[in-house]
């Protein structure tokens, strides 16, 4: 008797995809950065964040710990009004508020290609997961107004920001959630915008497609399965960066079971 989701060749079988979020499914960072800036006027401060200095930024993962690295490396002299740690999480607050207000209007929408392959993968019976390094509220904001207002129950697990103890390319907020769904790395496929990203999810095992982003064109994504501009749509065809896609020109379940069996 095979073992459980074990097929006779001895591979695993693909059961579970497993989402990053800000670049992956919508192209949110501009939006963050943005909410940065508004975050620091209405804090009175004159700190602006070009999409250059962001783009250097985003070597960190996590917005408080952005917020740190800038003040260390940009402005080691800054001094905070009370303790730094309750001042960063102070402005980071304030941040998420711009942000979340931003994303709830509608306006974001997802990448080419990502309501589409989420809705073929319900379908297809796969389950779907959300490893992210960003705050929770902001993953809410997005999923119910520019996905489905009841999407969030789509996910066995929206693992977001601070649920674990290191952020990304750590490995731990996808460890994090194949076990809260009781998966192995061997039945899951990831999907990633970022070197961080894509770091964390092999760490984790995880074979992982990569769509690069507004921020991550010149990323390394050496070891992904696939490198595309985007998931692609019908009249959309998709950009192959780097990889094999079988002739195929937008991502649907079957590309997403040769990837799988290909990367066992
Ligand atoms: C991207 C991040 C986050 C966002 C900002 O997360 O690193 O920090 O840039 O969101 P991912 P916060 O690509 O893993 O979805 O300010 O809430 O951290
Ligand atoms: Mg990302």
Same mark, same amino acid.
Request: with cysteine.
């Given at each position: 008797?095979?073992?459980? !989701?074990?097929?006779?060749?001895?591979? #695993?079988?693909?059961?579970?995809?497993?989402?990053?979020?800000?670049?992956?499914?919508?192209?949110?960072?501009?939006?963050?950065?943005?909410?940065? !800036?508004?975050?620091?006027?209405?804090?009175?401060?004159?700190?602006?964040?070009?999409?250059?200095?962001?783009?250097?930024?985003?070597?960190?993962?996590?917005?408080?710990?952005?917020?740190?690295?800038?003040?260390?490396?940009?402005?080691?002299?800054?001094?905070?009004?009370?303790?730094?740690?309750?001042?960063?999480?102070?402005?980071?607050?304030?941040?998420?508020?711009?942000?979340?207000?931003?994303? #709830?209007?509608?306006?974001?929408?997802?990448?080419?290609?990502?309501?589409?392959?989420?809705?073929?993968?319900?379908?297809?019976?796969?389950?779907?997961?959300?490893?992210?390094?960003?705050?929770?509220?902001?993953?809410?904001?997005?999923?119910?107004? !520019?996905?489905?207002?009841?999407?969030?129950?789509?996910?066995?697990?929206?693992?977001?920001?601070?649920?674990?103890?290191?952020?990304?390319?750590?490995?731990?907020?996808?460890?994090?959630?194949?076990?809260?769904?009781?998966? #192995?790395?061997?039945?899951?496929?990831?999907?990633?915008?970022?070197? !961080?990203?894509?770091?964390?999810?092999?760490?984790?095992?995880?074979?992982?497609?990569?769509?690069?982003?507004?921020?991550?064109?010149?990323?390394?994504?050496?070891?992904?399965?696939?490198?595309?501009?985007?998931?692609?749509?019908?009249?959309?065809?998709?950009?192959?960066?780097?990889?094999?896609?079988?002739?195929?020109?937008?991502?649907?379940?079957?590309?997403?079971?040769?990837?799988?069996?290909?990367?066992?």
């Amino acid at each position: 008797m095979p073992l459980n !989701n074990r097929v006779k060749t001895g591979m #695993s079988k693909l059961t579970t995809l497993l989402f990053d979020v800000d670049g992956t499914l919508a192209e949110t960072e501009e939006i963050h950065r943005q909410s940065f !800036n508004k975050a620091f006027a209405q804090a009175g401060l004159d700190w602006r964040w070009s999409q250059q200095m962001y783009g250097e930024l985003l070597s960190v993962t996590g917005g408080k710990e952005r917020i740190r690295h800038f003040l260390a490396t940009h402005l080691p002299d800054f001094t905070a009004p009370g303790d730094l740690d309750e001042y960063i999480a102070g402005l980071h607050a304030a941040k998420t508020v711009v942000y979340t207000d931003t994303v #709830s209007s509608g306006q974001m929408g997802m990448r080419p290609g990502v309501v589409r392959l989420i809705n073929a993968a319900r379908e297809a019976g796969l389950r779907l997961g959300i490893a992210t390094t960003t705050t929770p509220a902001n993953v809410t904001a997005l999923l119910r107004h !520019n996905l489905a207002s009841d999407s969030e129950s789509w996910f066995e697990v929206i693992a977001a920001g601070s649920v674990v103890p290191a952020k990304k390319p750590a490995p731990d907020i996808y460890h994090y959630a194949m076990q809260a769904m009781d998966v #192995s790395p061997e039945e899951c496929l990831a999907f990633e915008d970022s070197e !961080n990203g894509l770091h964390s999810a092999q760490d984790a095992g995880l074979a992982t497609l990569v769509t690069a982003s507004q921020y991550t064109q010149d990323h390394d994504f050496d070891g992904a399965v696939l490198v595309l501009d985007q998931l692609g749509e019908p009249d959309r065809p998709f950009e192959v960066l780097a990889g094999d896609a079988g002739g195929h020109k937008m991502v649907d379940i079957e590309l997403l079971h040769d990837l799988h069996s290909r990367s066992a």
